[in-house]
């Protein structure tokens, strides 16, 4: 497979992430990571703090490049020549909204989605919880690079 993009809004990156970036270089050629940019929404970490964290997690996978994206992501696919999109699925949970958007996006675009099952090991983590976690001083040095910990600290203050 040629070029894939995982989507999201990575809010901070996590593990879970990570992992699914480096099973998506493990069947294609390149892998864009591809941040949105939510004009609606502000989130903990800016754009180029997300794309940075993202850099410096993803050092180890040169397959990997990382780049931003407003708009809809089938435009984003067609301007890149992406093949695929890659996407995690944690749970039955996931399940339901993420087959809405790979049909949608199907019908959009013609751009088929790819679905890797998380590693069990990550499959209770997300953004969210991080932050949640992270916010109120609880350990989550093992959901999140090191980086991204560090990160947090900082913008907690502790
Ligand atoms: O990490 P997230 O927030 O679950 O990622 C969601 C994301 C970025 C994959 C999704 O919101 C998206 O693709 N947004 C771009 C706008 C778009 O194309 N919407 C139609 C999707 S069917």
Redesign the pocket.
Known sequence: MQKVVC????DPVTNGHIDVFKRASDIANEVVVAV?VNHSKAGLFSIEERVDLIKESCQHLPKVSVQTFD????DFCKTQGVTAIVKGLRAVSDFDYELQ?SQ??YQLGQVETLFVATNPLYSFLSSSLVREVARHGGDISTSVPKSVAQALKVKYKR
Do not use: C, D, E
């Open positions: 989507p999201g809004s990575y949105l708009g809809l992501l089938v958007m949608m996006n």
